[in-house]
């Protein structure tokens, strides 16, 4: 398993976290927690298939440029795909609260 495969699982695993802070905060039963963990689900994959995707893509192009660009160019990659990261989180979590706030 390599860092960028855990990076999609972190993508999935922190949205699914922070689907579920507003079902906590608002003391939702089990409904709530269930509603917020398919939020946090469809955003996670979505994002993780986004960054999957968009990963692929980028790789083949840096491939493709001298050797010493390399290193600098995926690292910036990995930076990018942690801010894409934080970013799903707080969808998800702004997107639960929302949806939770209607339906509760």
Known sequence: MSLWDLMHLMC???TLGLA???ARAMKLGTGGHILATLIGLVVG???AWAMWTLGGLMAVRIRKLPQKLHEQRFRLMYFGAFAWIALGGVVSGLLSHFVLRIAF
């Open 45 to 47: 994959i979505g994002f």
């Open 20 to 22: 579920n802070v507003p």
């Open 12 to 14: 999935v695993g922190l």
